[in-house]
């Protein structure tokens, strides 16, 4: 017989009662702890404590619970009251607004915005997937705030990327705003997210990204006719952005959030080129999801819809063929990269169209050095990365790192486990300037494949580093 579930008591106070809501939720659907937690990937035990109020939900566990409980926003909105209820009386009591409550460790893999919450709101400390080593020497990744993680890494880049990315986005040019319609000021902004993004990273540009999209609901209220479509396109854009930047950040809920709100959004504009990209893109996350039967259908999906010799044809076939590879099917993949190439070469792409600029042979071949070494082709991946790595410009840093490190990975299954030593190392300091969830992920991996090789100096360099670059404890 199980344990009879522990009395609730939601008149105790606010998290009490939003607890027991939570609780009554599940009920209703008839989900148990440990049912619910493997569909929304969190711990049982942390899911109880906050049913029965001795923990204080975080955003983005309320929002897993509402998608699956199926609870039409009932339980983000008792949560935004909670919410905006502490604050003021924080403000009231000349206190800090960052945190109600004792927020615990959140145990889940990653984490995401409230739907309707507006900037500000449970979006810039909280849900942080970052490494974390146990007490047995692994390492899991955790949830921790967007404050604590840059005062853990405290890099001079997390510094100047904090202090010069949000004036640059937020301030043009002196005696140029003037001339610049709300509009024109938003697609400033987002292109220097853009130019800034592989130098520094995501954590920063998130909670920009956020704001801005934040100001365009309102502005979407007052204008109409060219204007309103203009800002629905830009809006659009700016989820897409969203969802790399999480992405990037190792945040894959919030990333497919954004990236199906952007899809939504595309509808809306009528522009099947960014439709077409974005549901390219939407295979591209399921390829580092490492779900296959996803990533290979929206890439059909995106090659049926793009125009016949264009770019974005090659962009949804490259994503796709990662696909493959996930199944462990070795001859489909490499026909599915070959046909890129093919689709690349005799592509007549219209100058004007913004998307997937970037392809070029070298950026097929990195795929494919990825999907080598997810088929075991070790060597072979070593091999592309490193030639990706000295091929790659100079302004391209966060790039660098991620090719580094899955450089390093490949490395060390190919058993050369002095030189990945060498190389994650590389990667790591590049991975802590940048924040790149896509690069620690990848360390993480190497810090495990690496433990067989105790005597080799590089790999317990590389080690040490690794320990003193993430929490000790989960």
Not at 355 to 373: M, T
Request: a negative charge; charged letters at 25%.
């Amino acid at each position: 017989m199980g344990q009879k579930p522990k009395a609730l008591t939601p008149e105790a106070g606010p998290q009490h009662e939003l607890g027991a809501e939570m609780r009554e939720w599940r009920n209703h659907r008839g989900r148990s702890l440990g049912k619910l937690s493997a569909r929304i990937n969190y711990s049982p035990s942390y899911m109880a404590r906050v049913e029965r109020g001795d923990q204080a939900a975080s955003a983005d566990l309320v929002t897993a619970y509402d998608h699956e409980l199926r609870a039409e926003g009932a339980l983000i909105r008792k949560y935004r009251r909670i919410q905006a209820a502490a604050s003021s009386s924080c403000e009231t009591r000349d206190q800090p607004r960052d945190h109600v409550s004792y927020q615990g460790p959140d145990v889940s893999n990653t984490s995401v915005l409230l739907e309707d919450s507006s900037a500000g709101e449970a979006t810039s400390s909280e849900g942080i997937s970052v490494p974390a080593r146990t007490d047995d020497g692994r390492i899991i990744f955790v949830s921790i705030s967007r404050r604590a993680l840059l005062g853990t890494l405290g890099t001079a880049a997390a510094a100047a990327a904090l202090s010069d990315a949000p004036a640059a986005a937020n301030s043009p040019t002196p005696g140029t705003l003037p001339a610049m319609n709300p509009i024109e000021h938003l697609q400033a902004t987002r292109r220097v997210l853009i130019d800034n993004d592989n130098m520094f990273g995501p954590y920063q540009s998130i909670p920009i990204v956020e704001r801005q999209m934040a100001a365009m609901r309102s502005l979407r209220r007052e204008l109409r006719g060219e204007d309103r479509r203009q800002l629905l396109q830009l809006h659009t854009q700016y989820a897409e952005l969203a969802g790399w930047f999480h992405q990037d950040a190792g945040n894959f809920r919030a990333a497919q959030h954004w990236t199906r709100e952007a899809l939504e959004l595309s509808h809306l504009t009528g522009d099947a080129e960014l439709t077409t990209f974005i549901l390219a893109r939407r295979s591209q996350l399921a390829g580092d999801m490492r779900d296959p039967i996803e990533a290979l259908d929206v890439a059909e999906a995106a090659e049926d819809r793009a125009e016949p010799g264009s770019r974005l044809a090659a962009v949804a076939a490259t994503y796709g063929a990662h696909g493959y590879a996930l199944q462990g099917d070795a001859d489909a993949c490499k026909r599915a990269y070959d046909h890129a190439h093919e689709l690349r070469e005799s592509m007549d792409p219209d100058p004007a169209s913004p998307w997937g600029v970037w392809l070029d042979a070298a950026y097929i071949e990195v795929h494919r050095a990825q999907s080598l070494n997810v088929l075991g082709d070790h060597q072979a991946a070593a091999e592309s990365f490193g030639r990706a790595i000295t091929n790659l410009p100079a302004g391209f840093h966060r790039d660098r790192g991620v090719y580094l490190a899955r450089q390093a990975v490949a490395l060390a299954g190919a058993g050369e486990a002095e030189e990945a030593g060498r190389t994650g190392m590389q990667a790591l300091r590049i991975g802590v300037e940048t924040g790149s969830g896509r690069i620690t992920r990848e360390l993480a991996r190497l810090d495990e494949d690496l433990g067989k090789w105790h005597s080799v100096i590089t790999v317990n360099e590389f080690k040490d580093a690794m320990r003193d670059a993430v929490l000790k404890q989960a």
